[in-house]
């Protein structure tokens, strides 16, 4: 199982799509870079500063108001970086184009949602913002919102109407977003929009996975309640209950049970829950997940059990708890290694001593 958790369109690509307007910002106020003067008008360096007497003042000689740096950003959008409302409706009256895009593919709006900025957000919606513009690799300015847990642009995208289930190039939804950064006010309002609480990301993850990696046993729960697929699996056939016990979620763990996850479920290599989280070690959830009634002799494709990993990572608490529950201690892997050759050529002695004295033969 692989732990790169992160929601994969979370690329360097989307991350440019708001760190171009980060250099060099300390405050809320943009601070040039010492190229500024060359990159940037006068409309452009007055609006990053919040001067509304000065940006009134060069619209009024007729300065360009839709003029660019370098970089392809505006006036407005610097404005709107440093949540600088009234300047952002001087330029917008002087008809600033809200649905410019910056070199990056970014808008206006998908910085004031990513940066929080109710108030601006709802300003250039009523200037006619294109709500579902999409960035490079189709991310959203709800999806960005969502993301950092702004609950309060969220909830002024969904009634601008935000495609509550528009989709990344990755797959990925808002909903997905916020689940594997823990925010549940989001969460709320993008299921009460009737988000798909199933959708799949490509690689076959869902929401319910994303929070249960994570291990947010709140969302896990809020995700639950609105009929989430507690046996939903990715392309690997992992399901939300091994990717939690893997990680050592025990909250998790008992709340995807307490749903009748399938405990004996098994991944495409023919793993369960109880294998992972024997090979990791985690005893609680070894006994938790036992409590449930997990096959203890349960064999991935390879023949491995449970026993057999946790004697290889030298778990010596979990093979007790596994032996105590009757797990077979000369079962044979594919290879016809049994538990205590394992150990023996791991080096653990003690490891050896134990299986030995619980009948283990090589």
Request: aromatic letters at 4%.
């Amino acid at each position: 199982m692989q732990h790169d958790l992160k929601v994969s369109a979370k690329i360097a690509a989307v991350l440019a799509l708001i760190l171009t307007f980060a250099i060099g910002c300390t405050t809320s106020t943009y601070v040039p870079s010492p190229t500024a003067e060359k990159r940037a008008p006068g409309l452009i360096s007055a609006a990053a500063a919040g001067d509304v007497v000065q940006v009134k003042s060069l619209i009024a000689t007729k300065e360009d108001v839709n003029a660019k740096t370098d970089d392809g950003e505006t006036a407005l959008m610097y404005a709107v970086w440093g949540d600088h409302v009234q300047v952002v409706n001087v330029l917008l009256a002087a008809r600033a184009d809200v649905n410019t895009k910056n070199n990056n593919g970014v808008t206006a709006l998908m910085v004031a949602s990513k940066r929080g900025h109710a108030k601006v957000v709802e300003a250039l919606l009523a200037a006619r913002a294109d709500v579902n513009a999409k960035a490079p690799d189709s991310v959203t300015a709800l999806m960005l919102a969502s993301d950092k847990g702004r609950a309060e642009v969220v909830s002024v995208l969904l009634a601008a109407g935000a495609d509550v289930n528009a989709r990344t190039d990755s797959g990925e939804t808002a909903l997905m977003w916020a689940s594997d950064m823990g925010h549940v006010k989001v969460v709320d309002a993008l299921l009460a929009a009737r988000a798909d609480v199933n959708a799949k990301a490509n690689d076959g993850r869902t929401a319910l996975v994303y929070a249960s990696a994570r291990g947010y046993a709140g969302m896990v729960n809020v995700l639950l309640a609105a009929k989430a697929d507690v046996n939903a699996t990715n392309n690997n056939g992992e399901t939300a209950l091994m990717w939690a016990s893997d990680m050592g979620h025990v909250k998790v763990v008992d709340a995807l049970l307490a749903a009748r996850a399938d405990v004996n479920a098994k991944a495409n290599d023919g793993r369960t829950a109880l294998v992972y989280a024997s090979a990791r070690g985690f005893v609680g959830m070894v006994n938790v997940l036992l409590a449930a009634r997990a096959d203890v002799n349960a064999k991935a494709n390879d023949g491995v059990t449970a026993l057999m990993l946790a004697v290889w990572g030298n778990h010596v608490e979990v093979v007790n708890v596994l032996l105590a529950a009757r797990a077979d201690v000369n079962a044979k892997a594919n290879d016809g290694r049994t538990a205590l050759k394992i150990a023996r050529v791991a080096g653990h002695t003690g490891m050896v001593k134990l299986l030995s004295q619980a009948g283990g033969k090589e």
